[in-house]
C-alpha cells in the first residue's frame, strides 16, 4: 500500500528535490510507479463492477498479484460517442507526457485487455475529496494549503492547454487528505483540429471560459515546468507516448507548446517573472 506522508512531509521533499517542487505523487510513490505499472499488467483480475459514474462507463477491477491486492480503472472509448471523440489511449499517453514533463500528477495507466477488448487501466487512486464535492458541500480548504491548492490549479489549467484536453470536469481533480492534487480522466484530450491548434483551451484567448465569459487563466506557475515544455521536441514526445499518439496528434502538441510559451512570456512582460514564475 502507498504509505500516506502529512503536509509537512510533502513541504519539506518539495524543499528538498526542487526539480519536483510541483510534484503531487510524493517521491516515495513515483519510485513505486515501475512496480504498480507491472502489476496493472499482470495482476489477476479478480472481478469487476461499475463504477457508476461518467460518460465512458468505466469499470472498478480488483486486482491480486503476489500477495498484493489493489483496485484499478478500466475504460475503453473510442471514436465519437456523445458527440464528442473519445479514445481510452490518450489515458496512457497523458501519463507518459506527464512522466516526461515531471508533473506527476496522473496516476499510472498501462493498455490492459478485459473481456477481449483493449483498454486503458489505472491504478486506484484514495482521496479525501473531489473538487465537485468541495464546491457541492462548501468545504473550506485550509488557509495554510489555499496557495498549495490554487498554485496546483493554475499548473493543471496550463496542462490542459498544453494537451488540450477538453474535458476537465470538478469529478476528475482529487484532493489528497493532506490537499495534493491529482488529475485523471485524460480521454478526451489530444485534439488536433486548426481550433486546437491555433488557440490554447485556457488562457486569455482560451477556448473555455467561466460562465460569465471570463477567460481561464493560469497566473502562475513552477519554472521546472515551463523549462520541461520548451525541451519537448517532436521525437521526445514520439519516443514516451509509443502507438497512442498520432503524428498529427505530437504535431499539435508543439504548436500548442509555442503557443503556451508565448502566453507565458507576455504574463512575465506584463506583471514581472517574480509574479509569474516560482
Do not use: C
Not at 499482470?42 to 503476489?66: C, M, Q
Not at 470536469?169 to 492534487?181: G, S
Not at 519537448?232 to 514516451?240: P, V
Amino acid at each position: 500500500m502507498i504509505r500516506k506522508w502529512t503536509v509537512g512531509m510533502f513541504f519539506l521533499l518539495a524543499l528538498a528535490t526542487a526539480h519536483q517542487a510541483y510534484a503531487q505523487f510524493t517521491a516515495e510513490e513515483i519510485a513505486q510507479r515501475p512496480f504498480w505499472e507491472e502489476f496493472l499488467k499482470t495482476a489477476e483480475i479478480i472481478r469487476a463492477e461499475e463504477i457508476g459514474e461518467g460518460v465512458t462507463k468505466p469499470l472498478r477491477l480488483y486486482l491480486r498479484k503476489d500477495g498484493t491486492e489493489a483496485r484499478g480503472a478500466w475504460k475503453n472509448p473510442r471514436g465519437i460517442q456523445q458527440g464528442f471523440l473519445e479514445g481510452w489511449q490518450y489515458e496512457i499517453a497523458a501519463y507518459e507526457i506527464d512522466k516526461l514533463i515531471g508533473l506527476n500528477m496522473v496516476p499510472p495507466y498501462v493498455e490492459r485487455e478485459f473481456n477481449g477488448k483493449p483498454g486503458a487501466l489505472s491504478l486506484w487512486v484514495t482521496s479525501q475529496y473531489s473538487l465537485l464535492q468541495i464546491m457541492e458541500q462548501k468545504i473550506e480548504i485550509p488557509k495554510e494549503v489555499q496557495a498549495q491548492v490554487d498554485d496546483m490549479k493554475y499548473l493543471t489549467r496550463a496542462w490542459d492547454s498544453l494537451i488540450a484536453n477538453d474535458d476537465r470536469t470538478q469529478q476528475n481533480i482529487l484532493y489528497k487528505k493532506d490537499w495534493r492534487t491529482i488529475i485523471f480522466d485524460h480521454s478526451r484530450a489530444f485534439r488536433s483540429t486548426k481550433e486546437h491548434t491555433e488557440r490554447l483551451m485556457n488562457g486569455k484567448n482560451g477556448l473555455k471560459k467561466f460562465a460569465d465569459g471570463r477567460p481561464i487563466l493560469f497566473r502562475r506557475l513552477p519554472r521546472s515546468f515551463v523549462e520541461a515544455v520548451k525541451k519537448l521536441t517532436f521525437q521526445s514526445i514520439k519516443g514516451a507516448v509509443g502507438p497512442y499518439l498520432t503524428d498529427k496528434e505530437i504535431e499539435a502538441i508543439m504548436k500548442r507548446k509555442t503557443l503556451l510559451l508565448a502566453e507565458i512570456v507576455e504574463m512575465i512582460k506584463e506583471s514581472g517573472e517574480a509574479k509569474v514564475l516560482y
